[in-house]
């Protein structure tokens, strides 16, 4: 009898989870500048910043998605550095290094700036993560959970640039799978 109870909560449960989203539904939900980056056509020097995101659906209750935005000194543009496992999903490499808006919300959820850098000390660490993100070992595998994910690819650009002085939180889940090793 216990069991059918855990099992009854546990779908219960599981249903709720799945249905709930904070934002609605993901292609509608948006995806504009939060007003966080400046505006490269009035920002001449240079500009490096890391920023989170709560996750689509329910596991952005606990965990967010990271990414890297750069732009180098006199650039009128930002690049930035993601990885998003869809990609896979259709023959692309997950990590994708692409001119963008640096601060979208994340599919409703504002993002945070975890990092910022500005003026000469982020000239001297845009080519370092350029050249990180370019060696990323994963570009072809993406696992929610334990990684590689998207906060594996910025946990790894930090391992490789020390002086981005980058500590992710501990929602940033998939993080640690570059300690392990794998």
């Not at 546990?10 to 249905?19: M, Q």
């Not at 001119?99 to 370092?128: K, M, S, T």
């Not at 002086?163 to 501990?170: H, I, N």
């Amino acid at each position: 009898m216990l069991s059918f109870r855990l099992l009854s909560m546990c779908v219960v449960i599981a249903a709720l989870l799945t249905g709930c989203t904070q934002r609605g539904d993901w292609y509608s939900a948006s995806r504009e500048s939060a007003g966080i980056a400046p505006d490269p056509a009035l920002t001449r020097e240079a500009v490096l910043h890391v920023y989170g995101a709560d996750t689509w659906g329910w596991r952005g209750w606990f965990a967010i998605h990271t990414w890297i935005a750069a732009k180098r000194k006199d650039e009128d543009f930002y690049t930035i550095y993601d990885v998003v496992g869809w990609r896979g999903s259709y023959g692309q490499s997950v990590l994708a290094i692409r001119p963008d808006v640096p601060d979208r919300y994340w599919y409703g959820a504002r993002p945070e700036l975890l990092q910022a850098h500005q003026g000469p000390a982020a000239e001297a660490l845009i080519g370092a993560v350029d050249a990180a993100a370019r060696s990323y070992p994963w570009i072809d595998q993406y696992e929610a959970f334990p990684g590689p994910n998207s906060n594996t690819f910025t946990a790894w650009v930090a391992q490789q640039v020390p002086a981005l002085g980058l500590d992710l939180p501990w929602s940033a889940i998939g993080s640690g799978y570059v300690e392990r090793g794998e």
